[in-house]
């Protein structure tokens, strides 16, 4: 049998439409990660900067290692006010959760996708 010129069997367009859909998914969702990045990051400056005090580039810096998960460049000497302290390892702790999260956001569409794609997200 012949099919009709410019046809095409439905699973190919159920298949495009699927990854038009987790282009579309992790895109979404790449960018609700970057504004939480984003925003996790001004709140470590903000922490670091006014409890410090440091300089907003210090601030920066120390920041964004504890959220890529390297650690603080400036350790903490025992002169730190309590107040830099509690927020450091409160920080540090948020940190970690915020970073799992988002690393979860991103990989969400793709583990749907392949549910999806293998017909395991239908029962029976």
Same mark, same amino acid.
């Given at each position: 049998?012949?099919?009709? /010129?410019?046809?095409? $069997?439905?699973?190919?367009?159920?298949?495009? /439409?699927?990854?038009?859909?987790?282009?579309?998914?992790?895109?979404?969702?790449?960018? #609700?990660?970057? #504004?939480?990045?984003?925003?996790? !990051?001004? #709140?470590?400056?903000?922490?670091?900067?006014?409890?410090?005090?440091? $300089?907003? !580039?210090?601030?920066?810096?120390? /920041?964004?290692?504890?959220?890529?998960?390297?650690?603080?460049? +400036? $350790?903490?000497? +025992?002169?730190?006010?309590?107040? !830099?302290?509690?927020?450091?390892?409160?920080? /540090?702790?948020?940190?970690?959760?915020?970073? #799992?999260?988002?690393?979860? !956001?991103?990989?969400? $569409?793709?583990?749907?996708?392949?549910?999806?794609?293998?017909?395991?997200?239908?029962?029976?």
């Amino acid at each position: 049998m012949s099919r009709a /010129a410019g046809s095409r $069997p439905s699973n190919h367009a159920d298949r495009h /439409a699927l990854r038009r859909q987790l282009r579309a998914n992790l895109t979404r969702n790449a960018g #609700i990660a970057a #504004i939480g990045l984003i925003v996790s !990051l001004g #709140i470590g400056m903000a922490g670091y900067h006014w409890l410090g005090p440091m $300089p907003w !580039l210090d601030a920066f810096v120390n /920041a964004a290692m504890l959220l890529g998960g390297m650690g603080p460049v +400036a $350790p903490l000497d +025992a002169a730190a006010p309590d107040g !830099l302290k509690l927020f450091a390892g409160l920080y /540090a702790i948020y940190c970690g959760v915020v970073v #799992i999260a988002m690393i979860g !956001l991103i990989l969400a $569409p793709i583990g749907m996708h392949m549910l999806h794609r293998f017909h395991l997200d239908r029962s029976g």
